[in-house]
């Protein structure tokens, strides 16, 4: 507990918190007006004609358990973009500063210090989801009381998709402390979880639909590989046809989270034994 106390310190006496406090709300407020723009879209049918091949994923998102989980869990996609490089940030301060020496001389088991950095990311993490879970709740309130569904509060899928995508948010900071212990350079470590988080995202989203236009409708489960769509997958609040079940996300995301600090934890602890 005192390490993880001095790992929070550490990012307490910074100005890394509230700096990416500052980056994440106006994220937030964009994302939320384009959920509510959706939201509204969805609710009243004023969105055009849809192709019949696509008319039961419309159908299934207008459903009342979609529309709410999605704006109860809004600014998820950046929400986890942050956490992510808040974990990295955990991790290679430490080398960017050049205090990590200082801190191995202190405590030389480094996988104790490892196992620290996960729980302090983890804390961090859950700091930033409860606070982005707090306005969401007043803005899930106002969105859907807008469009006459209620505030679906007393909506099991509701709090199903909420408690998913703090597992999410954990997740994703268990990957940046990964991330950051195989890529100690703290702007190299950063440039590649930004490229791995948007360029994946956006890269597959493009070529699964090109390729389920191509060799047909199944290749929309290979989603589920990319862990910011499984994360999205977690707490979508409905089966959408022709997605993988949302449970198949939650168990890609933990795989990559539990390898991930797996290869961190060996690779300080081979450090640590040389």
Do not use: C
């Amino acid at each position: 507990m005192n390490l993880v106390r001095s790992e929070l310190l550490k990012i307490r006496t910074t100005n890394t918190w509230w700096v990416f406090g500052l980056i994440s709300l106006p994220l937030w407020a964009l994302t939320a007006l384009i959920n509510w723009l959706q939201t509204d879209a969805l609710a009243s049918g004023n969105f055009g004609d849809v192709p019949a091949e696509q008319a039961d994923q419309v159908t299934a998102a207008q459903s009342v358990d979609s529309l709410a989980a999605n704006i109860y869990t809004n600014g998820q996609f950046f929400g986890l973009l942050i956490v992510m490089l808040l974990g990295i940030i955990v991790v290679t301060s430490e080398f960017f500063h050049q205090t990590v020496t200082t801190t191995f001389l202190t405590v030389p088991h480094r996988t104790a210090v490892m196992t620290a950095k996960l729980v302090a990311a983890a804390v961090l993490a859950m700091l930033f989801w409860l606070v982005t879970t707090g306005l969401n709740l007043v803005l899930g309130v106002l969105v859907l009381n807008s469009v006459d569904l209620g505030s679906q509060l007393g909506n099991g899928a509701v709090w199903t998709a909420t408690a998913l995508n703090a597992l999410a948010y954990l997740l994703w900071s268990v990957l940046g402390v990964g991330i950051g212990v195989l890529i100690r350079s703290q702007i190299g470590a950063t440039v590649t979880g930004i490229l791995l988080y948007l360029g994946g995202s956006i890269g597959a989203a493009i070529a699964i639909s090109i390729l389920a236009a191509r060799w047909g409708e199944w290749i929309n489960n290979l989603q589920v590989l990319v862990p910011s769509l499984a994360s999205s997958l977690m707490v979508s609040g409905t089966q959408i046809p022709g997605n993988p079940p949302r449970w198949t996300g939650a168990a890609v995301l933990i795989g990559y989270a539990v390898v991930t600090g797996v290869i961190g934890t060996l690779t300080m602890r081979r450090r640590d034994i040389s």
